[in-house]
């Protein structure tokens, strides 16, 4: 399990490795363990490498959750990526998540039935992290990039965009709008 997810563990994973309470206690008293996220572990002390930081959102969030934005994009191979510091990660609305340190959470009601593009790394469908990625972006040229790379290379239809954004939040959507109307 360390090996698969890159030397990170899920607290509730811990007995399946047989750490228990005590041995998690010593391992991070001695620094050979840390937190990265609350109830995040690295067995490990260097700093979290960029797919590190998605694993450990991704366990964070918990069952159901997806990776979203600019890092879903980035994971599905994109290459035109609008800037944004965060790892989005939406969670079924139902779910109580927080927004810590470097993971934004966002709650759905509408689960995307998403992609395990690079286990353990979960992530959305690719139209869904372009239109979530260009409602968080305020730079139309961006956004234009964006979209007209993943719709030159055939991996999304405009149809495809358009109907995403008609169906999730308007707030934040009309330089995507603005992008899409000129393709």
């Known amino acids: 399990m360390l090996l698969t997810q890159d030397g ?13 309470r005590a041995g998690l206690r010593w391992r991070l008293d001695t620094g050979a363990w840390r937190e990265v996220l609350p109830s995040v572990y690295a067995s490990f002390g260097d700093p979290l490498s960029p797919r ?19 890092v879903a994009l980035q994971v599905h191979g994109v290459r035109s990526l609008p800037a944004d510091p965060a790892v989005r990660v939406l969670v079924p609305h139902a779910r109580q998540v927080r927004s810590v340190e470097f993971v934004r959470v ?30 968080w972006c305020h730079d139309l040229a961006a956004i234009r990039a964006m979209v007209e790379e993943v719709v030159r290379e055939r991996r999304v239809g405009v149809e495809a965009l358009r109907r995403e954004v008609e169906q999730g939040p308007t707030a934040g959507s009309g330089l995507l709008r603005l992008a899409l109307n000129s393709l």
């Open 52 to 70: 590190q930081r998605w694993i450990a959102a991704c366990l964070y969030a918990g069952r159901g959750a997806a990776l979203t934005g600019r």
């Open 8 to 20: 990170l563990v899920r607290h509730d994973q811990l007995t399946l490795l047989g750490v228990t």
């Open 106 to 135: 966002h709650r759905t009601r509408r689960p995307d039935p998403g992609d395990e593009v690079a286990p353990p790394i979960r992530t959305c469908s690719l139209s869904r992290a372009v239109a979530d990625a260009g409602r």
